[in-house]
C-alpha cells in the first residue's frame, strides 16, 4: 500500500538529538521541503499528452454512450421532486488557481448557501433524489463535459468552491500547491477514503498530503489504478446501501 511521502533532506551541520515530532509537524516539514524541491517532479510532456488523449476519448465515450440517455432520466426526476435548474454550476478553483464553472446534476433545494456551506449527512437540503445521485455519484457525471473542456481531467486533486480556496489557504501551508495540477473527478485523496464532507482541519491536510503524493508520483499507470479503484468503491458503496435496506 502506498504511503503518504515524506522527504529526507540531510542536515548540513552535525546530527543532534531532536524530539519527535508530531504529525502535524511533519507534514508541514514535508510541505515546507516540497515547496523547495518541486519542480523536480514536473510531469514530462509525455505524460501531459497521453493523459490528455485518454481524457478526451474517456469523457467523449461516457457523453455519448451513458450521458445521451441518463440526462434525460435525472432531469425529468429532479424536475419532478424540486424547483429549479436541472444542472447546478458552481465556481471552483482549477489549474494554476484559475476559475471554472464545474457542473453537477442540482442535489439540493434551490439555496442561498449553496456557495459557502458544504453539504452534510441529513442535510435538509438534499432533495429525495439527489441523496441517490449522491448515493452513486451520478451527481458528479456531468463533469465529464469539464473534462472534455479541458477544465478538468478525470484524475487529479478535487476542485474546491472558491469560499473554501480562500479560507483554508490562510493557513494550511502550502494549501496552493494543489493547483499545480488540473482538477480531477476522482484522485488519491477520494480512494484513500478522504471524500465527501470535511469536519476537522486534520483531514483536509491529509488529503492534502494524498494531492502532493500524486503530484510527485503521477503517471498514467497511476491514474488507471485510480480510476480502477473509484469505479470499484462507488459499485461496493451503492450496493452496500441497496443490501443495507433490505
Not at 514536473?42 to 505524460?47: D, H, I, K, T, V
Not at 491529509?206 to 503521477?218: A, C, E, F, P, S
Not at 479503484?229 to 446501501?241: C, H
Amino acid at each position: 500500500m502506498e504511503q503518504p511521502f515524506v522527504i529526507k533532506i540531510p542536515n548540513a551541520a552535525t546530527p543532534r538529538q531532536t524530539a519527535p515530532q508530531s504529525d502535524m509537524a511533519e507534514i508541514r516539514e514535508m510541505f515546507r521541503e516540497i515547496n523547495h524541491r518541486y519542480m523536480v517532479y514536473q510531469p514530462s510532456a509525455y505524460y501531459a499528452a497521453v493523459k490528455r488523449v485518454m481524457d478526451l476519448a474517456v469523457s467523449f465515450t461516457f457523453i455519448a454512450l451513458v450521458m445521451s440517455w441518463l440526462y434525460p432520466i435525472v432531469a425529468i426526476l429532479i424536475k419532478l421532486t424540486s424547483k429549479g435548474p436541472v444542472f447546478f454550476i458552481q465556481k471552483r478553483t482549477g489549474y494554476k488557481g484559475v476559475e471554472f464553472d464545474c457542473f453537477k446534476f442540482r442535489t439540493m433545494h434551490v439555496n442561498a448557501d449553496a456557495d459557502t456551506k458544504q453539504a452534510t449527512n441529513n442535510d435538509k437540503r438534499i432533495t429525495t433524489i439527489g441523496k441517490f445521485l449522491r448515493l452513486t455519484h451520478l451527481d458528479e457525471t456531468p463533469q465529464f463535459f469539464n473534462v472534455l473542456l479541458g477544465d478538468m481531467s478525470i484524475v487529479g486533486p478535487r476542485p474546491h468552491m472558491l469560499y473554501h480556496t480562500r479560507y483554508y489557504s490562510q493557513f494550511i501551508p502550502y494549501y496552493n500547491l494543489r493547483h499545480e495540477a488540473t482538477p480531477g473527478m476522482t484522485g488519491m485523496a477520494q480512494i484513500k477514503g478522504y471524500i465527501g464532507e470535511i469536519t476537522v482541519e486534520r483531514e483536509l491536510r491529509k488529503r492534502i498530503q494524498w494531492d502532493v503524493y500524486y503530484l510527485k508520483n503521477r503517471s498514467i499507470l497511476m491514474d488507471i489504478k485510480i480510476i480502477l479503484a473509484t469505479f470499484g468503491q462507488v459499485i461496493e458503496k451503492s450496493l452496500g446501501s441497496i443490501l443495507k435496506k433490505k
